[in-house]
């Protein structure tokens, strides 16, 4: 799974329980897409998640 580069949000795991409490693995993912962004002065090609990309803490290429 793919974990964001910036602030390293990745998948969390845990139980989904159902209405008679039956419990099941559940795996909640992170919404991370791939994109390039500016390191150093030059273009690299990066998992970053949409909330450091609506925030403004990376520079796309």
């Given at each position: 799974m ?7 949000k990745?998948?969390?795991f845990?139980?989904?329980v159902?209405h ?5 693995n559940?795996?909640w993912k992170?919404?991370v ?5 500016m ?11 949409t909330?450091c ?5 990376v520079?796309?290429a």
């Open positions: 793919a974990k964001c580069a910036i602030c390293e990745s998948a969390h845990g139980n989904a159902s008679s409490h039956r419990r099941s559940k795996m992170a919404n897409k791939s994109v390039k962004i390191v150093n002065g030059a273009a690299k090609k990066t998992y970053v998640c909330s990309l609506r925030s403004g803490k520079e796309r």
